[in-house]
Every structure is written in C-alpha cells, then in structure tokens.
C-alpha cells in the first residue's frame, strides 16, 4: 500500500480512542496528502508536548508546568476541592466553566471487575492535602456508575473523619453516563445541584 511508514502511521493513530483502523487510515491520508499545512505542523505540536507537558505534583493535572495553571491561580478558591475520575472530566467541567476551586484526579475508581482498588488510586495525597487544613468541602464528581457509586461512599468514610463537607454532583449526569462526554449545560447543572453525603 505505502509503505512501511504509512503502515506504522496507521497502526498508532488507530490506537488512538475513537479511532479504528478505517478512521486512522482516512486520517492519514489527509495528513499524507498536505505534509506541509497538515502533518508537520501535527508532528511539531505533539513533539512540543511530549517534551513540556507534565503531571501536576498538587492535583494531577496534564499542564506544561507544575504546579498547574489550576493550582497556581490565586483567584481559585482553595477552601474546595472537586474530586475527579480523570483528567478529561477536569478539562470537561474547567470547560464548562462552572467550577472556580480546586481539582484533585483519582486516576480512576475503585474497580472489584477491572481490578483497581484503593492502592492504584491518589487518595493519599488527597488525604495529606485535606489534613494541611483550609479546605472546607470536597465534591465528589464522579461518574454516575456502580464503580463511581462505590468510589464516592469508600471517599466519604474517609473524609468525613476529617471534618470537611462532602458533596457528590446532583442530577443531571445520566447514570453511566462519563463526564468528560457530558455537554457545558448538563455539567453546570450537575455540579450547582450537588447535595451532602
């Protein structure tokens, strides 16, 4: 077809998600035929962030630096923290707008099927941030699954001890339903709506 390049070219972008091996191959094609307005810009951009982008040491983000843009703004308020699945749902809700404290990422939740417990998630240094004080509330804004059930009263047992309000995202996130998916509206609405656990 065209080679061992173009081959390789198609093989990782079909492991991109929402990419298959018909998409990735579209994809490339439109990329192989404009190298200079389409691929190199492409293949720059994402060299630039493969070399910058890190993991923020304070809440996990992906930012080009650490401690985060999020982490680093004064203007956020401190006293809450919105516990997340990943770091698409914090881009998700920082699109939307509607949240104006701070994030912590879990990097996932707890899973009995998928194997994930409490050890392969960040909830130690969500505890130690919680423990250095000033913070007033956490919301839970998980997914609205089984596993994002169980995540959020496993969190609540352990973060009620400490004193801190803890709240869960209201209505408004569909049950099994991923937040980084969730249109501005449905997420602002979720979010103002969330209720104490």
Not at 20 to 32: D, E, F, T, V
Not at 114 to 131: C, E, F, H, K, N
Not at 153 to 176: F, Q, Y
């Amino acid at each position: 077809m065209g080679g061992p390049e173009v081959e390789r070219l198609i093989a990782l972008l079909a492991k991109l998600p929402g990419l298959g091996p018909r998409s990735a191959r579209r994809a490339a094609l439109k990329l192989l035929q404009q190298p200079a307005t389409k691929m190199a810009p492409l293949a720059a951009a994402m060299a630039d962030a493969a070399r910058a982008v890190k993991t923020c040491a304070l809440c996990g983000n992906l930012d080009s630096a650490d401690p985060c843009g999020i982490c680093a703004d004064p203007r956020r308020d401190r006293t809450l923290i919105c516990v997340v699945e990943g770091v698409g749902d914090l881009w998700a809700l920082e699109r939307a707008g509607v949240h104006r404290g701070l994030y912590h990422i879990l990097g996932g939740t707890l899973s009995a099927l998928g194997g994930t417990g409490p050890d392969d998630l960040s909830v130690t240094p969500l505890l130690t941030r919680i423990g250095e004080g000033g913070v007033a509330e956490i919301i839970l804004a998980l997914g609205a699954t089984v596993d994002g059930a169980a995540t959020a009263h496993w969190l609540t047992e352990r973060i009620k001890p400490l004193g801190v309000a803890v709240s869960r995202v209201g209505h408004g996130v569909p049950i099994g339903g991923a937040l980084e998916i969730l249109d501005d509206g449905t997420l602002g609405a979720a979010l103002r709506a969330r209720r104490p656990v």
